[in-house]
Every structure is written in C-alpha cells, then in structure tokens.
C-alpha cells in the first residue's frame, strides 16, 4: 500500500531520522544539538518548513567500518523530538534545541531519493503497567532518596542532578530524565530506553546511584587534611 503525505498533525510518518553514535534521547528531555554537517543542516532545514519533527536514534555498534554511516543500522527504538528552538549561523550551521515528545519504534524504511538522510515511519512505544501503585512508589522513593544523597554528596556539582529531582512527580518521566543525565555507558542507556516497565527502570537507576555513592571519593582520615 503506498503511504500518503504526511499532514501536518501527523507525528509518525515520513520522518528524517537523525543518527549519531553513542547517543540516546529519552522522552520528557530537552537536549541542544550543534549540527555543522551538511546532509543534517538541510535536514534541519526541511524540518523547519515541515512539523519540525526528527526521530534521534543511535547507530548500532561496528557503524565505524563502514564507507557511509547513512547505511549504518540504527536502534530501532528512539526518541521522536520536536525542535522547539533554532539559531542558523552564516555559514549554514545550527544550534538547536529538542524536546522528544515520545519513545518510538522505526516500523518501515522509506526510500527517498531526494533526502540525503533516511525517512522512517514510527509507532509510539508507551510504558506498560508493571506491578502495583505501592510498588512503583517505593521504587521510586529510594531511587529519588539515593539520588539525593548523591547530589549532596556532589556538591556544586550535583546541582543538575538536584534540580531534576525537582522536576517532576511522576516516576516513568523522571526515571527518563535521570537516565539520560546520569547514565553513562551508551549500552546501558539504550537498555534504560527501550525498558518499557517505569517499576524496573526506577530499580535499575536507584542501583545506579547506589554506585555511584559508594564510589565517591571520601578522605580517608582526618589526618589526610594535615599538613
């Protein structure tokens, strides 16, 4: 069946995919992007003059030995964002910022001769309910606890993870937002990604900052400090 034209309400058709290595994009995050390469500054470009729509995915490992990293396979699952603002330097270049508005599975690949990047159609990947509302919750109380710890523990440099914390009440959203500020290895982002269960990705991010406070550096005694 051929696909009509996208009209301008429609979040899931005939969307640029923009790809880069060793990136994930969670919903409910707003992340800024610098774009200089050519073939991504006329995608930004049409994007502009169409929904302002992109769905930002990763390139599967190995994309490294490939002649062209426009074949290069992509997750499958990524997040589809809106670009809520843009700046076009003289020299063609962008900065933009995207707010990704869903979690997205690529469905269909579509051939477009005149794109210099891919278009993709997509379905929204919605979390499924896991467990009960006390479960959630306490999940999500000793993830929002450990992280506090950890932003005190930080100190000035805490201050991002804190103010997150902060940012909202619901727990599928800010597991999503901690994930992306917080975990670090590519893998393990894709995996917090693709995790559908708020329950497990809560459990998973409050061992993450469990981690992490057991591994920030402490004087070992008093006598370190002296001279």
């Not at 508005?101 to 997509?122: G, K, M, S, W």
Request: charged residues 25%; contains cysteine.
């Amino acid at each position: 069946m051929p696909h009509k034209g996208p009209g301008v309400t429609d979040t899931t058709h005939q969307l640029p995919v923009f790809a880069l290595p060793e990136f994930t994009l969670f919903k409910g995050t707003l992340v800024p992007f610098h774009i200089f390469e050519p073939r991504y500054c006329e995608m930004i470009e049409r994007c502009l003059g169409d929904r302002r729509l992109l769905v930002v995915t990763g390139l599967q490992p190995g994309w490294e030995a490939l002649p062209d990293d426009n074949d290069a396979p992509v997750f499958d699952v990524g997040g589809l964002g809106r670009i809520v603002s843009d700046r076009r330097f003289p020299d063609g270049r962008w900065n933009i910022f995207v707010h990704c508005i869903e979690r997205v599975e690529i469905t269909h690949r579509l051939a477009a001769a005149d794109h210099l990047v891919p278009l993709v159609d997509v379905a929204i990947v919605g979390d499924l309910l896991s467990g009960s509302g006390l479960r959630l919750a306490a999940a999500a109380d000793r993830m929002c606890t450990l992280g506090r710890s950890l932003a005190l523990e930080l100190g000035a440099e805490g201050a991002a993870l804190g103010k997150v914390l902060g940012s909202t009440d619901d727990p599928g959203l800010l597991s999503n937002r901690l994930a992306s500020l917080i975990v670090r290895h590519p893998r393990e982002r894709q995996s917090l990604l693709e995790e559908r269960s708020a329950l497990d990705r809560c459990q998973r991010l409050a061992d993450v900052f469990a981690a992490e406070l057991m591994a920030v550096e402490r004087p070992s005694s008093a006598g370190n400090w002296i001279n």
